[in-house]
C-alpha cells in the first residue's frame, strides 16, 4: 500500500519525495522461447520451462512412463523468458528503482531494453539490480535467457583441469545428467538414487521493481538472546537497508504484550547496509517459550518494527518472534568412550523423532501451500517432532519453515551440498558466500530450525574414499573440503547466527572430527556424533545388525508406492515385477532385487497365478517389509536412550530416511507422491507414541522396555499377551512388577526367557504362538498404544488360517468408519481406498479379535458410498 500523504496539503500535487516505497510485481505470464525461436509460448512465472510445456500441452506428464528420458533434450537446450511492462512516471522518479530476482533457475543473463543488467550462477541466490537509469514509460523488455545447466556444469568441469572432481557422472542406473557439483543448483536434479533426470531451468520465485526515494527494507530478521545467568531475554533484530537518504532515521521495536518500546535514532550511509539492534526484554518473566511438538506449545509474541525519515513512517512490519534456546550437547558420558550428542530445546534434553526431507517436486512450482502443508501434517499425525532438509536438495520456501515453526517441527537443516567432493575456485566460493548469508539472513529467525549443517556425507565421502582417490592426492581434496565448508561457510554462520550449533558435515563426529582436522578416521563411529546406517540384506528384524549410535540421521529401507500411484503413469504392460517400467524407476542399483530378498527372510512372496494381483500384491509386500524394518531399527533407536551397553548408547536421535517423494517411484519414503500414506508412516505413527512398549529379544530372553517421551514419571508395569495364530481368543497372559519410568528415558519392565514364558501357557511353540504387549497403570488402566512381538517369521507360521474379513463403511456423527469382522487372526490388514485422499487412524494392523473399527480421515468431501466401493482389503495370508 502506498499513497501520496507527504507535500500534499501545501503545493496540491504530489512531490518528488513520497515516504513509502512501492512495488511492481513482474510475476505473472511471461513469453518462453526455445533457441532458435521454433517454440515460442506463454510461461507463468514464477514456473520453469517444463512445467510451461506441460501446461500449453507440448510434452506429456513428465513423470509418465519413459518421460524423464524422452524429455532430456528439454535441458540441453538454451530458453529465453521476456516479458514487457509500463513503468509509471512516478516510479521512475524514484531515487532507487531495484529490480530483485528472488530465485533463478540458475546460469543466466538478463538484460533490459537491450542492456545487460547482470548474469546469475547460483539457484539459491536471490539476485538485485539497480535498474532506474534504463526504465521507459511503456515497453521495456526485461529478458532472462537460460544457459542449458547441463552444459554448463560440463563445460565448467572442463575448465577445471588441474584434477578431477567427482563424481563425474551418477551411476547409468539414475539415467541423469553429469558434473552437477560444478553448479550451484539443486543437486538431486540432475538425478538421484529415488529421483529423475530433470534438471530445470526458469524464474522459480518472484520478479518485482522496488522503487523508493529514502531507504527499503530488504530482510528483517531477529535471534532471541538469553542470558542463563539471569533468566533474562533479549532480542537482537537485523536491519538490511537499502538507502537513498542517510540521516534523520528513527527506528522503533515494540512488543505490546510484554511492553517492551525500544526507540533508535540512527542514520544510513547511500548504499545496502546491515544494522543490528539489540535490546533486553525487562519483563523476561511474561515471555511464552515455543516447543518441539509433544513438549509443548508454538506461542509466539508479534514485534512491531516501524521506521521514520525526518519523522514520515517509511516503514511498517510486524513479525511474528518466537523464544527459545538450543544446545547441542557433546560431553563425556560416564562408562562410555566417546561423547554425547543430543540436542536440548529450552534446556530440556529431547529425543529427536523423525525422518528426511526432499524436494516434493522435480518442478518447484508445482509444490503449493496445500501440498505442504498436507506432508507437514502427516510428519506431525505420526508423531514426529523433527525433520532434516537434507542437504541435495533446496533450502525450502520460507512457508515451510513457517509452517515447521506453527506445528513445531525441528529442522535440521544441511546446506546444499551432497555426496560429491566441490570445486573451490575463487568464483565457485564466492556465489556459495553469498548464498550462505542471504540464506542464512533468510531463515535465522525461524525457532523451527536448530542446527545447520554444511553438508550430506561428503566427510564420509572422503574418510571411506567413496571416488577411488589416492593416498597422495587426498591432501587436495581435504584442503577444498576445510576450504569450503569450514573456512567459508562455518564462518559465516558463526558470524550470522550465532545461536545454533554448527555442524560441518553429516553423519560426522562433531567435536572429534574437528580435532582429526574435520575429516575424521570414521565419521560412522557410534561413540561420537551422528550416524547414517543402511544394511538392505542383512536381517532387518536382528537388533544386532544395527549400530547403537548417539543419533541416528538416516536408515531405511525402500519399498514400491500403491497401485493407485503407479496407475497415472504407467500402462497395463508395465504392471509387472520384472517389466521394463519397473526396472526402469528404480534408481538404486538392485533395489528390487534387494526388496524382495528382504522381504523373503521373514515372509512367503506372493505368486498367484494372476499377474496384475501378483504385481499388486508385491507392492504391499515391499510395504510391509519396510514397515516392519523401519519399526524394529526405530523401536532399538528408541530403546537405547537411558543405556550405555559395550560402552555405546545413550541414543537421542532417529530419522529415518525418507520421509516424502518427488515423483511416483520406489524409494525410502513412508509418504507416497501425492502425500498417501505408506503402511510404513501408519507403523511410524506407532513407533513414534510419545510413550511406548518396546520388545526386544536377547540371547532367548524377552525383554519389555516402556520407552517414555512425557514429562512426567508413571508408575507402569508390562502385560504381555499369548495368542495362537490358529483362532482369535488370546492363549494366556503375564503382567510384570510395577515400576517407575522416569519422564525421558527407556526403563525395562519385564524381561524373562521365551522358553519360560511358553511353557506355562497351553500348548504354545514359536512356530504356532505370537505376543502381543502394552503398559498399564496401577489402577490397570492401558497407558501408551499396542505392540507385538513375532517369535518366529510369518512365513513359518503354523496355524495362519486366510481370513474371512468382512468389511462395513458408515458414516455417523464422528465421520467417516469402516467396521471389520474377521474370521481369524489376520497379519498386516492393508485398507487401501485407491486414490481418495484422505487416511486412516491404524492400518497395517494385526488382527487379534472378531471386530475392529477404524476411522477414515478424507482429505476432500468423500461419502461412505465412494469410500466402499474403492476399499480392498489385503492380509499376509492372502499373497501366497
Ligand atoms: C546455448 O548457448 C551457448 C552460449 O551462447 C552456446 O554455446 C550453445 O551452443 C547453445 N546451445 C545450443 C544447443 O544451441
Ligand atoms: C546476565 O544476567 C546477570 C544477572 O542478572 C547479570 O549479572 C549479567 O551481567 C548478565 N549477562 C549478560 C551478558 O547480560
Ligand atoms: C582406483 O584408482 C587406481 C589408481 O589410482 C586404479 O588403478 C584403480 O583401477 C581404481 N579403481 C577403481 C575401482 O576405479
Ligand atoms: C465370510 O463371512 C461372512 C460373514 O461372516 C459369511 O457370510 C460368508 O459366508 C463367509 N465366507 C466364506 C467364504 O466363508
Ligand atoms: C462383532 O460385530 C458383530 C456385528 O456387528 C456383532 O454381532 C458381534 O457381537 C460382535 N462381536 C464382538 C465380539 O464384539
Ligand atoms: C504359493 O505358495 C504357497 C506357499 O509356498 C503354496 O502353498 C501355493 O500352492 C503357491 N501357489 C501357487 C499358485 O503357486
Redesign the pocket.
Known amino acids: 500500500m502506498y499513497w501520496c500523504a507527504c507535500a500534499l496539503l501545501f503545493t496540491g500535487v504530489c512531490s518528488v519525495f513520497s515516504p513509502v516505497p512501492e512495488q511492481l510485481s513482474l510475476s505473472g505470464t511471461w513469453t518462453l522461447s526455445g533457441q532458435d525461436g521454433a517454440l515460442v509460448l506463454p510461461a507463468v512465472v514464477p514456473g520453469c520451462v517444463h512445467s510451461a510445456l506441460r501446461r500449453e500441452g507440448l510434452i506429456q506428464d513428465p513423470y509418465f512412463r519413459f518421460n524423464d528420458v524422452s524429455y532430456r533434450w528439454i535441458a540441453l537446450e538454451n530458453w529465453t523468458y521476456s516479458t514487457t511492462f509500463a513503468a509509471s512516471a512516478h516510479l521512475r522518479s524514484r531515487q532507487e528503482v531495484e529490480l530483485i530476482f528472488d530465485g533463478v533457475d540458475t546460469v543466466a543473463s538478463i538484460t533490459l531494453n537491450g542492456n545487460l543488467v547482470g548474469k546469475t550462477d547460483n539457484m539459491f541466490r536471490r539476485y538485485d539490480f539497480s535498474v532506474r537509469e534504463l526504465l521507459k514509460e511503456a515497453d521495456n523488455l526485461l529478458q532472462v535467457q537460460f544457459l542449458s545447466p547441463v552444459v554448463y556444469a560440463s563445460e565448467r568441469s572442463k575448465a577445471h583441469q588441474s584434477y578431477r572432481v567427482p563424481p563425474q557422472c551418477p551411476p547409468d542406473v539414475q539415467k541423469g545428467e553429469c558434473h552437477v557439483n560444478f553448479i550451484r543448483k539443486e543437486q538431486s536434479s540432475f538425478s538421484w538414487d529415488w529421483g529423475p533426470s530433470f534438471p530445470t531451468m526458469g524464474l522459480w520465485r518472484d520478479v518485482r521493481l522496488e522503487g523508493f526515494d529514502a531507504l527499503q527494507l530488504q530482510q528483517l530478521s531477529y535471534l532471541p538472546l538469553y542470558n542463563g545467568s539471569g533468566s533474562q531475554w533479549g532480542l537482537q533484530v537485523e536491519l538490511l537497508i537499502d538507502a537513498v537518504r542517510t540521516t534523520g532515521v528513527q527506528v522503533t521495536f515494540s512488543i505490546s504484550e510484554l511492553g517492551l518500546e525500544q526507540v533508535f535514532q540512527t542514520q544510513f550511509l547511500p548504499g545496502r547496509t546491515k544494522r543490528t539492534f539489540t535490546f533486553n526484554i525487562e519483563k523476561s518473566s511474561r515471555v511464552k517459550l515455543w516447543w518441539p511438538s509433544g513438549h509443548g506449545d508454538q506461542p509466539f509474541h508479534l514485534l512491531s518494527v516501524r521506521v521514520f525519515v525526518d519523522g514520515s513512517l517509511m516503514l511498517d512490519r510486524e513479525v511474528k518472534v518466537y523464544f527459545r534456546t538450543v544446545e547441542l550437547i557433546q560431553e563425556p558420558i560416564p562408562g562410555s568412550p566417546g561423547l554425547s550428542f543430543y540436542f536440548q530445546i529450552n534446556g530440556k534434553p529431547i529425543f529427536l523423532k523423525g525422518s528426511n526431507w526432499i524436494p516434493a517436486h522435480a518442478f518447484q512450482d508445482q509444490v503449493t501451500p496445500a501440498v505442504l502443508k498436507n506432508l507437514l501434517r502427516s510428519a506431525v499425525d505420526a508423531n514426529m517432532n523433527a525433520l532434516r532438509v537434507w542437504g541435495g536438495g533446496v533450502y525450502e520456501q520460507d512457508l515451510f519453515y513457517d509452517m515447521c515453526d506453527d506445528m513445531g517441527i525441528m529442522v535440521w537443516q544441511d546446506f546444499m551440498f551432497a555426496c560429491a567432493m566441490y570445486p573451490t575456485e575463487a568464483d565457485f566460493i564466492q556465489t556459495v558466500r553469498e548464498e550462505a548469508v542471504q540464506q542464512v539472513g533468510r531463515l535465522k529467525s525461524h525457532p523451527s530450525i536448530i542446527i545447520w549443517s554444511g553438508n550430506n556425507e561428503n566427510e564420509a565421502a572422503l574418510a571411506t574414499n567413496w571416488f577411488n582417490i589416492s593416498a597422495s592426492q587426498r591432501p587436495v581434496y581435504v584442503k577444498d573440503y576445510v576450504t569450503l565448508y569450514v573456512d567459508n561457510i562455518r564462518k559465516i554462520v558463526q558470524k550470522e547466527d550465532p545461536s545454533r550449533p554448527f555442524l560441518v558435515s553429516s553423519p560426522t563426529n562433531g567435536v572429534e572430527s574437528e580435532q582429526e582436522g574435520w575429516v575424521a578416521a570414521d565419521p560412522y563411529n557410534p561413540h561420537y556424533g551422528d550416524v547414517h546406517f543402511y544394511s538392505y540384506l542383512s536381517d532387518c528384524w536382528d537388533w544386532t545388525t544395527f549400530p547403537r549410535t548417539r543419533f541416528a540421521s538416516e536408515y531405511g529401507f525402500q519399498s514400491w508406492p500403491s497401485f493407485s500411484t503407479l496407475q497415472p503413469v504407467s500402462v497395463g504392460e508395465d504392471w509387472s515385477f520384472d517389466s521394463r517400467f519397473t526396472s526402469h524407476r528404480q534408481h538404486h542399483q538392485s533395489g528390487n532385487q534387494q526388496m524382495l530378498e528382504q522381504a523373503a527372510l521373514h515372509f512367503?512372496l506372493p505368486?498367484?497365478?494372476d499377474l496384475l494381483r501378483r504385481f499388486t500384491q508385491t507392492l504391499y509386500i515391499t510395504q510391509v517389509m519396510q514397515a516392519q524394518c523401519v519399526k524394529a531399527q526405530t523401536e532399538f533407536y528408541r530403546s537405547s536412550r537411558s543405556q550405555v551397553v559395550g560402552g555405546k548408547g545413550h541414543t537421542m536421535g532417529a530419522l529415518y530416511w525418507q520421509l516424502n517423494d518427488i515423483w511416483p517411484a520406489p524409494s525410502w519414503s513412508s509418504l507416497e507422491f501425492g502425500g498417501k500414506w505408506k503402511m510404513l508412516h501408519y507403523f511410524a505413527r506407532s513407533f513414534f507414541a510419545p510413550l511406548l512398549p518396546v520388545s526386544v529379544e536377547d540371547d532367548g530372553a524377552l525383554i519389555i522396555y516402556a520407552v517414555s517421551d512425557l514429562s512426567a514419571d508413571l508408575k507402569l508395569r508390562a502385560v504381555v499377551t499369548v495368542h495362537s495364530w490358529a483362532y482369535l481368543d488370546p492363549v494366556c497372559s503375564r503382567t510384570s512388577d510395577l515400576r517407575v519410568v522416569p519422564g525421558g528415558s527407556a526403563a525395562v519392565l519385564y524381561r524373562q526367557p521365551v522358553a519360560t514364558l511358553l511353557a506355562g501357557c497351553g500348548r504354545c511353540t514359536r512356530l504356532t504362538c505370537l505376543l502381543t504387549f502394552h503398559l498399564e497403570d496401577s489402577a490397570g488402566i492401558q497407558q501408551g498404544s499396542n505392540n507385538y512381538h513375532f517369535l518366529s517369521s510369518p512365513r513359518e507360521a503354523e496355524g495362519l488360517q486366510r481370513a474371512n474379513i468382512t468389511v462395513k463403511v458408515q458414516q455417523d456423527g464422528g465421520g467417516l468408519t469402516v467396521t471389520l469382522q474377521s474370521s481369524s487372526i489376520a497379519a498386516f490388514v492393508w485398507l487401501d481406498v485407491g486414490n481418495i485422499p484422505g487416511r486412516f487412524t491404524a492400518n497395517g494392523f494385526l488382527m487379534l479379535s472378531r471386530n475392529k473399527t477404524v476411522g477414515f480421515e478424507p482429505w476432500r468431501p468423500t461419502s461412505a458410498a465412494e469410500l466402499s466401493r474403492s476399499l480392498t482389503v489385503t492380509t499376509l495370508r492372502d499373497v501366497?
Request: glycine residues 0%; charged residues 0%; proline residues 0%.
Open positions: 512367503h505368486n498367484a497365478t501366497y
